[in-house]
């Protein structure tokens, strides 16, 4: 019998010849199948609600042969699956659902896996949303959240429980940057029935492959660095085989679709992944340079610099490093904080990172922790390094530091 496992590894021999190209290459090419468009390079945009059958048994029986039949817009078209494939690849998962938000494939994932009297462990420093949903949906439906010290490692043996059925990650952690230890985290639960979920939103898969430490689901906000230029919301879960039929089914059932037109834009954006994270990654990096140099600055907290706490499982365990990271100054008021950054030329105040444009902010970090509180005395300012010349950008931070030091004399 074919089963649907078997349906999609079929899908995916014909479809990933690429898999064993490196990196570069599989991102210039994978999903595009010019020879089935007339040629045309780029994945064509389907704009699908209703789609027609051929005939009575075409209708009985097309949506049985398999998850890339099409049969209901909601449940994706090509262009749907010319993403979802290429994110596989590139995490080397077995399966990929796309969804409207990096938040929402957290709900996703999370709402498919757990039920009532489930016990779910939470790193401590994961996105700051992701507490509110458990404080606010998870919670309320009696599933129990627990947070915990993202450098646990092996030790999170001793927080499990009978009913404990996930653990979820996210490295490095939002705003202060902490390396969990995945290996000695997916070893720590691997002969029980947990399922790990990883947010690699950071990272990417071209610094990270969480599934090959034995993480079970990696999701992404693709509104960060998969998307890339700032237009886009979209999230994406990618699983591994035991998962991915259970977290497909719950996405059908609760109706989460994405826009072709919002596909379209990160399948184009992912191209150029390796070409703006190599720069995000250089920018960022000379960034930490000279704000180390700042006599403002208690401290820089970047994975890949030695004297960050987790450096050597970051050293062990990636292969580099995006543009998002935080630096600790001296404590100062509001008047010469915004001295400083109100009249930043290049950097914009924004939330959302992973554009092509650097971004500075501020951010009260101790409000969204429960286990792991930031002990440094100072304000965190958390730097997203965009893709302009790494000389205006610190010649931009230069001017900024020179107003903070006139306003903190007056
Ligand atoms: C690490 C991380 N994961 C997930 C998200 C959520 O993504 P979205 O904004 O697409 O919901 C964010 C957003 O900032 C994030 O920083």
């Known amino acids: 019998m074919v089963t649907l ?44 609600s209703t789609i027609a059958h051929k005939n009575l048994d075409d209708l009985k029986t097309r949506r049985k042969s398999g998850a890339r039949a099409v049969t209901y817009g909601r449940d994706g078209t090509p262009t749907t699956f010319a993403f979802e494939d290429t994110v596989t690849d590139l995490e080397g998962g077995f399966g990929s ?58 030790s999170i043996e001793s927080l499990l429980r009978k009913n404990t059925r996930v653990v979820y990650m996210e490295s490095p952690g939002s705003h202060t940057f902490e390396i969990i230890d995945v290996p000695a985290i997916t070893n720590a639960v691997s002969d029980r029935d947990i399922v790990t979920v990883f947010d ?14 034995g993480v079970d689901i990696v999701i992404h906000a693709v509104t960060k660095y998969l998307g890339g230029h700032s237009d886009l919301m979209m999230g994406v879960v990618v699983c591994n085989e035991q998962t991915f039929s259970q977290v497909r089914r719950y996405c059908s059932l609760i109706g989460q679709s994405v826009a072709p037109d919002d596909i379209y834009l ?54 580099g490093s995006s543009g998002l990271f935080g630096v600790v100054i001296q404590p100062v008021d509001d008047i010469a904080l915004a001295a400083m950054l109100d009249s930043l ?59 903070l030091r006139a306003a903190r004399l007056t």
């Open 345 to 403: 030329e290049l950097f914009f105040m924004g939330f959302s990172w992973g554009g092509y444009e650097s971004l500075i902010i501020p951010y009260d970090i101790n409000q969204h922790r429960s286990v792991t509180p930031l002990k440094d005395n100072g304000v965190l300012l958390r730097i997203h390094a965009g893709l302009e010349d790494s000389g205006d950008l610190i010649d931009d931070l230069t001017s900024g530091f020179k107003r």
């Open 97 to 154: 659902i796309t969804v409207s938000s990096g938040l929402a494939a957290i709900h996703l994932s999370l709402m498919s896996l757990l039920k009532p009297g489930d016990h779910i462990l939470i790193a401590d420093t994961v996105y700051a949303p992701v507490r509110n949903l458990c404080n606010n949906v998870l919670t309320p439906l009696n599933i129990i959240c627990e947070f915990y010290d993202p450098t646990i490692g092996a």
């Open 200 to 213: 690699n939103t950071w990272a990417t898969p071209l610094f990270f492959k969480p599934l090959s430490h």
């Open 5 to 48: 496992t078997h349906h999609l590894f079929l899908i995916r021999s014909v479809y990933y010849p690429m898999s064993a190209k490196k990196i570069a290459t599989r991102l210039a090419h994978l999903g595009n199948h010019p020879h089935e468009h007339q040629g045309v390079i780029n994945p064509p945009v389907y704009h699908a």
């Open 266 to 319: 990160a399948q184009r954006g992912i191209r150029t992944l390796k070409a703006r994270l190599d720069v995000h990654q250089e920018n960022a990096l000379r960034l930490t340079d000279f704000l180390m140099e700042q006599p403002e600055t208690i401290r820089v907290i970047h994975p890949a610099l030695e004297d960050h706490p987790g450096h050597t499982i970051f050293k062990r365990d990636f292969s």
